[in-house]
């Protein structure tokens, strides 16, 4: 699992955080993993690509023109014997 530090969070927020998971019985780190599952469930997700994405931002810039080199053949995997 990954883990995060938050920093310079405002002390009114911390706070309200720590009240609220005192409420809750949890203890803030608890607390803030439930509100970021819960925050982020219910975004939706985007099943898009990053090329669709980035064309997405050059498309009102007048987009971009990439001229992309042909593809060789696939080469031949090397032997190891």
Do not use: C, W, Y
């Amino acid at each position: 699992m990954a883990s995060i530090i938050i920093r310079n969070l405002d002390a009114g927020l911390a706070r309200k955080l720590r009240l609220r998971a005192a409420r809750r019985n949890r203890s803030m780190e608890d607390e803030a993993r439930d509100i970021v599952q819960t925050v982020l469930a219910q975004e939706p997700v985007s099943p898009r690509h990053l090329i669709d994405e980035l064309r997405e931002l050059v498309q009102p810039l007048g987009g971009v023109d990439i001229e992309l080199p042909r593809r060789g053949p696939i080469r031949r995997p090397p032997d190891f014997k």
